[in-house]
């Protein structure tokens, strides 16, 4: 579950910091305990990642709803 620290976060921390965690896994030289935390704590940042951006899509297709709800109101 995500934690309400990660909730705070912003998209850009949450890829950035996702960026990092995936750059130290593909790196290497981590104990199989650290790997594990790792992969754990990139699941996260992405859940946090899709919620931004599906979030923003839900924006944008108000938007385009409202706008074409208004294009129609216009036209009648």
């Known amino acids: 579950m ?5 909730q705070a976060l912003s998209y850009e921390q949450a890829r950035d910091e996702l960026i990092e965690v995936v750059r130290r896994l593909e790196a290497g030289g981590t104990t199989l305990e650290e790997s594990l935390a790792l992969w754990e704590r990139g699941e996260e ?7 931004w951006l599906e979030g923003a899509r839900a924006r944008l297709d108000a938007a385009l709803a409202e706008e074409e709800a208004e294009e129609e109101a216009d036209a009648e």
């Open 45 to 51: 940042l992405a859940k946090v990642c899709r919620r």
């Open 2 to 6: 995500t934690g309400k620290v990660d």
